[in-house]
């Protein structure tokens, strides 16, 4: 069975930097491409990047210059790097499988609140 394990959140300034890790146990990343979600309250999950095993990656134009999606296959982890914050920023972030088709349970998620 595949788990997600998301960690890295906290609070932090506007302009902060933050990095998440997904921790993916079970066999999914080498099959299937990773994306990392976000939440904010009373709105839908988005996604807000991709990447595949082989690294292609592709951005939300929100977080497009400012995210960096990576992979270390070895350790079944995927990370976000985020640059820049801003408040908009604010939410809950979780990983999954890129496609819906393809989801699996969700995690608790990792949050993330940027604020002064």
């Known amino acids: 069975q595949v788990q997600f394990v998301e960690s890295g959140g906290g609070l932090v300034q506007p302009g902060g930097s933050l990095r998440l890790s997904c921790l993916v146990s079970?066999?999914?990343?080498?099959?299937?491409?990773m994306g990392w979600y976000r939440q904010a309250p009373e709105k839908q999950r988005e996604l807000v990047a991709t990447?595949?095993?082989?690294?292609?990656?592709e951005y939300a134009d929100s977080v497009k210059g400012r995210f960096t999606i990576s992979a270390d296959n070895a350790k079944n982890t995927v990370y976000l790097e985020m640059n820049s914050l801003k408040s908009e920023d604010t939410a809950v972030y979780y990983c999954?499988?890129?496609?819906?088709?393809?989801?699996?349970?969700w995690g608790s998620g990792t949050q993330v609140t940027v604020s002064s």
């Open positions: 999954n499988a890129a496609a819906r088709a393809y989801w699996r349970d």
């Open positions: 079970g066999s999914i990343f080498s099959s299937d491409a």
């Open positions: 990447i595949t095993y082989y690294g292609r990656i």
